[in-house]
Structure formats: structure tokens, C-alpha cells
């Protein structure tokens, strides 16, 4: 392997975990997923590693999410090699969140989807002023998968749904409000970061807090009473009829974004909150989100999203059923259904949920 797409290194009594498939801004792999979590089991009883660092190679971006064309690929025959990632990417989520040693996420740049994932089971998630957070899936037929149905309904208020149904983007200061980060750095004082980091690793906290700067004004923080207001109804149609009636300026532009993304997904993705928010562990998500990933691989509107976002990119994406209204409760019901005996999600070998 001359060019491997996840460089694993100890370095000092860090190991370092660094995301390098830059051609496709880091989007995983089902081999980038296993070799994360090769490594991970490897480091988490050896008494060299203190301290886990994710970060990516090179200038532009985290991780923009998952190997969708594959995906759209498999989903759309016989659907296996979309069922293996899913299963393999959800596994590392939920190593990563039971992990014993703190992990250190370096979310620098693009942080959508699939590196939403990754980054925020870490104990520390540093952002930086090119940081751009956001769950985009509603937009390609999908839905916020890779325990967003864990920690989006565990942010403050309504925001969680709101980044989920709208796939709104946020920037640094917006991370921290939400939560999505936990600290805020200059990206020129990233290698020193890290060569602190890597040379004392106890010091974690100290070093973050020294070099922490103000991330500046929070558009969330702004908006935050609307999304309260708006957002809290007990349905899709809800919100949607609270948002029209609202008729500001705001609210119109949330409208028009709900309207434009899959009516399926948005109706699926607003059970899964509801869902998510009532589960009682992780792992309780990932049976949960497995099952989901696993049908809407199949759907047109996910064969659809992905034509008009990634494929042509046209951004003109016709969907099926074309409206909120015209999804019916029994087309979501058989989304969420049990999977086969056999076929649901378990946890890595050795690992209770
Ligand atoms: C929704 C998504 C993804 C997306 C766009 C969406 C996603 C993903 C990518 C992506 C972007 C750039 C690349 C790439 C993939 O875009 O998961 O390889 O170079 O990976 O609206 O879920």
C-alpha cells in the first residue's frame, strides 16, 4: 500500500489517526472504517497510547461525508457492499464512543456527514475558523445516519432537528453554541497544536485552553428563540404549517430549504429524532439508523438525490412521493422495520452496548 488512505502513526504516546483520500475531501471508505477501528482496538490496550488524534492530510477539509457514489451504486443492486459499509462505519461510531483513552478530532475545514461521525464521540473537537459543520442528507435522499439520531436530539432545544431537516451549515462559532465543538483555534496554530499535543498529551486541556480564540458572532445564537418557536411541533406538517404562518423572512427561507430536499427523508429523519431522542444508548441508535440505511439505499429518491448532487449536479433533483403531504405514515413505518434474524446491527465482537 504506497499511498494507504488512513496513515496510522504512535507518535510519542499519541496515536495518530490522519484521514488521507484528499481527491474526495476525505469521504470514507468501508477500508478507511475498518482501518480506524484496526487501529483503535489495537491502541486501546497498549500502554504506549495515552491519547487518540484524528486529523486529515493535506489543506481543504475534514471529511465530507461517506463514499455516496458506492453507496448509490450498491443501493442500486443487490445492496451488499452499501449493508457492509454501514455496518463496519457505525461499528467504529460506536467504538468511538465507548472508548477508554480521550480522542483528540481536529475538525479543520468541511465536516459533514460521515465526519460528523467520527468527530463527535471525541471528548475534545476543535474547530477552526475553516471549520463548516453540517448533516446534509435530507438534501440527497438520505437521512442524518452515524449516530445522529444520538446527538443531534441531545443538543440544546430544537437545533439538533433543525440541522437535521434543513442540513443547515454552521461555522466555528456556531460549533461551540451547539456543542459540536469543544474548543476553537486559529488553523495557523494547528502544528503547534499538535506538537505540543504529541509531546505531552496529559497536558491536553492546558494546551487547548492557551491557545483558544474568540470564534466571533453566532448566527445560531441570534436565531435561536425563532428555531425554538418554530421547530417544536410534534410533526413534520407542524412545523411546516408553523413556519408558513410565520411568514418573516426567516422563516420563508426555512420553508423553501424544507420544501427542497426529499420529502421521504424529511419525514423519516424527524421520526428518527423523535426516536433518537427516547433511546436509552448508543447502540440502541445504531440498530436503529442500520435499518434505516439500509432501505433508503434502495430508494429513488437516494438514487435521485445523488444523480442531481454528486453525479450531474444539476442541484434539480425530483423526488418521489413530490410533497410532505403525500408520504404516507406506512412508507416511513417500513423504513424503521426489524431487519431480518441475523441482518441487524451488532457492536464490534467484545464490545457490550
Ligand atoms: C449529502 C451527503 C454527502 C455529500 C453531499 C450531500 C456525502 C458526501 C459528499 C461528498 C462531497 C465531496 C466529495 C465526496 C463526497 O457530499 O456524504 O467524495 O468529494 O460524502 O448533500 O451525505
Redesign the pocket.
Known sequence: MSDPEILVRVDGRVGVLTLNRP???H?LTTGMCQAMTDALLSWRDDARVELVLLDHAGERGFC??????MLAESGAGDGRAAADFFLTEYRLNHLLMVYPKPIVAVIDGIT???GVGLSLPARYRVATERTTFAM??T??G?FPDVGGGWHLPRMAGHTGLWLALT?ARIKAADCELSGVATDDLASADLAQFKARLIADPAAVETILTELEVDPGRTPLGANHDRIERLFGGDSVEAIVAALAADGTEWANAQLATLRSKSPISVKVSFRQMQLGAKARSFAEVMIMEYRIARRMVATHDFQE?VRA??VDKDNKPVWAPGSIEAVSEAQVDAIFAPLPPGEEWTPLPGLSS
Not at 64 to 69: F, K, N, T, W
Open positions: 481527491g474526495a475531501l469521504a465530507a461525508g461517506g463514499d455516496i457514489r459533514m456527514g460521515g446534509p442528507e438534501g440527497i438520505l442540513g438525490g448532487v454528486i
